[in-house]
């Protein structure tokens, strides 16, 4: 399974970003999760799609702002960002998993399959 995260880019507070994700290989049926990581901060989780339209996840920080969303024709799972702010600034990465559970949604560790990460830089 590969995944190629793209979309990001330098914006203002308040403005929107959509980030994508394109999983390809053996199946799309998993679970794609979107964490973040900030200078010096450790990676952190944003957001999961549950399988194929299993459930949609979100972190408490992100809630009311970000939305996930998945096209499975396109084997893509979307990252729309709205009301950035300064400490939305990270690099984002999205993975994917088939062992993914509730329980387990937020860890990293769930997830065997992890894309490169696109910037994402929030400032004025």
């Known amino acids: 399974v590969q995944l190629q995260a793209s979309g990001g880019g330098l914006v203002q507070p308040g403005d929107s970003l959509r980030l994508s994700c394109v999983v390809s290989g053996r199946t799309f049926s998993t679970s794609v999760g979107w964490f973040r990581q900030a200078p010096g901060m450790e990676r952190s989780f944003v957001g999961a799609s549950h399988r194929s339209g299993g459930g949609i996840f979100l972190a408490d920080s992100v809630k009311g702002r970000f939305t996930i969303s998945r096209d499975n024709a396109r084997n893509t799972v979307y990252l729309q960002m709205n009301s950035l702010r300064p400490e939305d600034t990270a690099v984002y990465y999205c993975?994917?998993?088939?062992?993914?559970?509730?329980?387990?949604?937020?860890?990293?560790?769930?997830?065997?399959?992890w894309g490169l990460g696109t910037q994402v830089t929030v400032s004025s």
């Open positions: 993975a994917a998993g088939n062992t993914v559970i509730q329980s387990n949604v937020a860890s990293q560790t769930a997830y065997a399959y």
